[in-house]
């Protein structure tokens, strides 16, 4: 049975930083694709960066690039989001997602979900 775990959510002013993980079991982690979305209030739940833990590519949306950073260890089956510069906008439910097939980044390529980690940000 996959089982996906976040961590690392909090409270945080902006400009600050937080580090979310996301340790995975129940499958063969790198050979994977492994997805942190996120979801506000009111809003859909948006691919925002994915990894294939195959061989480290990444794919970041454009409103978190340059900002977020995604890092695999393998050896601990854990994927790690790295994230920087926060504003407010970036406020919402972070989860971690993953499937067996490596395709976009969208909530409909991702068979399994975590239950999610609390990221706020304050101005």
């Known amino acids: 049975e996959v089982q996906l775990v976040e961590s690392g959510g909090g409270l945080v002013q902006a400009g600050g930083s937080l580090r979310l993980s996301c340790a995975a079991s129940g499958f063969t982690f790198d050979d994977y694709h492994i997805g942190w979305f996120r979801q506000a209030p009111g809003k859909g739940r948006q691919g925002i960066a994915c990894?294939?833990?195959?061989?480290?590519?990444?794919y970041y949306a454009d409103t978190v690039k340059g900002r977020f950073t995604l890092s695999s260890d393998n050896a601990k089956n854990t994927v790690y989001l790295q994230m920087n510069s926060l504003k407010p906008e970036d406020t919402a439910v972070y989860y971690c997602a993953a499937d067996n097939i490596v395709m976009g980044c969208t909530r409909e390529n991702f068979a399994s979900w975590g239950q999610g980690t609390q990221v706020t940000v304050s101005s």
């Open positions: 990894i294939s833990t195959s061989d480290g590519s990444t």
